[in-house]
């Protein structure tokens, strides 16, 4: 049961990364063309450049800002990533280490490390 839930998680995070899929990309495509934006305006030496620079940074901050929803994407990437960590462990099968000097629990700690 445990494995059918993780599956129906798994599904559900699936569709919402890819319903999220293209402002994901046109995210960061806005924020790199700010940072490219960004760097333009600094090397710019004069003001009617300065302001061109401005002008289109206003441009791409408000697509990137009608995009930022696309972060729920990026959580469902997060938890894809958590369900498949937690799919392939185990869980509970990982010997305890015995660090007495009993001999009963000596043999208990010889004895795991002959299983492995």
């Known amino acids: 049961m445990k494995k059918f839930l993780l599956f129906l998680a798994a599904l559900i995070a699936l569709g919402i990364l890819l319903a999220n899929l293209g402002p994901m990309i046109l995210l960061g495509v806005s924020v790199w063309l ?3 934006v960004f760097k333009k305006f600094m090397k710019s030496e004069t003001t009617a450049g300065k ?3 401005v ?3 206003l441009i791409i901050t408000s697509v990137a800002v009608s995009n930022v929803y696309a ?6 990437a997060y938890v894809l990533y958590l369900i498949y960590k937690h799919w392939n462990n185990k869980g509970g099968s990982e010997t ?7 001999p009963f629990t000596n043999f208990e700690r ?3 490390e002959l299983k492995k």
């Open 34 to 36: 700010l940072y490219v």
């Open 51 to 53: 302001i061109g620079w």
């Open 55 to 57: 002008v289109l940074g």
């Open 71 to 76: 972060v729920i994407g990026l959580a469902a």
């Open 96 to 102: 305890e280490v015995f660090t007495s000097n009993d």
């Open 110 to 112: 010889q004895w795991a």
